[in-house]
């Protein structure tokens, strides 16, 4: 069945690094994959997203690279800050039974 | 334009009770779509409902659970018969037509 993996369920950076989150799909009708950041006990917030026709997105210090014949996509941000310190989820969403199937999610921990 | 709203945010029940858990949509878009958070967990779909139709309920459990998107009012996930295992946060996405979900702050569901 449909399913999306994502690494890695930790992940700790001092502030100002990079921090990278991957996914892979299984899929391959998939066409959109968004990402979300979850703060504890708060609701999932969409924070960029990317469509198939389209291999890269950035929005400031976030970014989301997509490869579609790999059938993975990747979250990047820069710069992190302590208020970026949440889970992030992945998600893959395919035309037509626009469904989500979500990731197991990344728990960031940025370090002053 | 106020956000998805769900209704309650906590709820307590003994098992062998009923939940009901409210989710109205933003103004302008027809689709919802409920997922399930089971701590330290990611969100799984339930169900996809539009007005008076339910488009996708492959999520759903083919026991106890059931919901409804009436003309008039809000979505309504129901759970009969509630089990300690029902235990989890409730979230509920709307959209317009095949667009990007956004997600109410949840119903955090807690049976004892």
């Not at chain 2, 858990?21 to 539009?50: A, D, I, N, T």
């Not at chain 2, 009969?80 to 955090?108: I, K, L």
Request: glycine share 8%; aromatic share 10%.
């Amino acid at each position: 069945g449909e399913n999306v993996e994502q690494h890695p369920s930790t992940l700790s950076v001092q502030e100002g690094d990079s921090a990278v989150i991957k996914c892979t799909y299984s899929d391959s009708a998939s066409n959109y994959f968004p990402w979300y950041k979850q703060e504890l006990g708060k609701r999932p917030q969409l924070i960029i997203d990317i469509r198939s026709n389209v291999g890269e997105k950035k929005d400031q210090r976030i970014a989301v690279t997509l490869n579609k014949t790999a059938k993975h996509f990747s979250l990047h941000i820069t710069e992190t800050q302590p208020e970026d310190s949440a889970v992030y989820f992945c998600a893959a969403s395919t035309y037509g039974t626009y469904k989500y199937i979500f990731g197991t999610g990344t728990r960031l921990k940025v370090l002053a | 334009n106020a956000g998805v709203m769900q209704n309650p945010r906590h709820l307590v029940r003994r098992r062998g009770q009923e939940a009901r858990l409210r989710c109205s949509p933003m103004k302008g878009h027809s689709h919802v779509y409920w997922y399930r958070q089971l701590p330290e967990e990611g969100l799984k779909f339930m169900v996809y409902l539009q007005k008076e139709n339910i488009i996708d309920e492959s999520g759903m459990p083919k026991e106890r659970f059931s919901a409804e998107f009436p003309k008039e009012g809000p979505s309504i996930l129901r759970i009969q018969q509630v089990v300690r295992g029902d235990s989890a946060a409730y979230f509920c996405a709307s959209s317009p037509v095949g667009e990007t979900q956004y997600f109410g702050p949840g119903t955090r569901l807690l049976v004892l």
